[in-house]
């Protein structure tokens, strides 16, 4: 449970700090340095070229690289204009839907409706103070994240059966390949500066390098309902360390959006522990 926690304020502290290179980088240019050094750190971890790959294999990794690398453009541009924890809470919304859509219980469907009225928060409502609505432009960047996190669920699920653990760095690679030139067009030679390039490795270590081992332990050491419903505590981590690190001030408001959008991953999640809840005798050792 320490290691989830852990890999949460990780995740959370790189992003925020990430954040803070948007002057100088840009979103693209920070999440180059992001994809571009934690596919490195993966290759030497994993070393997938001891593998033969064949050219059948591009197309299921490339989806899923792709879907990745695209998603953490998303969320990087959102983040520029609309506060952490509340990109991350929109950006939930994506493997919300996808639990939802593959369960089969129509109850399941109140998750739905629960963040939906957290979303519906979000939004301008007649007499609201203009200086604290958000930007219409984060929340659709963040909700566009969302689906291509959905997406990735769906492709992960895919390539981890067929591939395992080598999965990962491949896919990180094609991601690589669709952000770099995003980044280098955007910030150009700044991303060769050696102060930045120290950053950019910070950036990956702490978004991407250490979360993915805590979180790699935390899967082996708790069950997977536990591990889901302790992971909808990210949005209110992002929204901590944004105010922590950034100085993001958030609503009331956008303060129970976060609130009910959690609480509808937390449901979701118990729902599908209980579908799948194994026996006594059939449980694991955790």
């Known amino acids: ?64 690289g792709v879907t990745l690398g695209v998603m953490n453009l998303l969320f990087y541009s959102a983040i520029k204009t609309i506060p952490f924890g509340v990109a991350i809470a929109i950006e939930f919304t994506g493997p919300l839907a ?23 928060l979000l939004l301008p409502l007649p007499g609201t103070n203009a200086a604290s609505a958000l930007d219409p432009l984060g929340m659709g960047l963040a909700l566009a994240a969302g689906f291509c996190w959905a997406l990735y669920i769906v492709f992960g699920q895919r390539v981890a059966m067929r591939y395992g653990s080598m999965a990962t760095p491949m896919g990180m690679l094609a ?10 067009f955007h910030a150009g030679s700044a991303l060769l500066d050696p102060q930045w390039l120290m950053a950019g490795l910070a950036v990956a270590l702490l978004s991407s390098a250490i979360p993915y081992a805590l979180e790699m ?45 959690m609480a509808a991953s937390m449901g979701t999640a118990w729902s599908a522990g209980r579908r799948k809840a194994p026996s006594d005798k059939d449980r694991s050792t955790i």
């Open 1 to 64: 449970m320490l290691a989830l926690l852990g890999s949460l304020v990780s995740l959370a502290v790189g992003t925020s700090f990430a954040k803070s290179l948007f002057p100088a980088l840009g979103a693209e240019g920070t999440s180059a340095y992001r994809i571009v050094f934690a596919m490195l750190m993966l290759m030497a971890v994993f070393r997938p070229w001891r593998r033969q790959w064949v050219w059948a294999d591009a197309l299921p990794l490339g989806l899923y």
């Open 98 to 120: 996808v639990a939802v859509w593959t369960s089969k219980k129509a109850s399941d469907w109140l998750w739905v409706v629960l963040a939906a009225a957290g979303l519906a």
């Open 175 to 184: 991601a690589a390949l669709v952000v770099a030139p995003v980044g280098v």
């Open 217 to 261: 332990f935390s899967l082996n050491h708790l069950h997977k309902n536990t591990f889901s419903i302790l992971l909808s505590l990210e949005p209110a981590v992002g929204a901590l360390a944004g105010w922590l690190v950034l100085s993001e001030r958030l609503t009331l408001m956008q303060g129970l959006a976060i609130a009910m959008v």
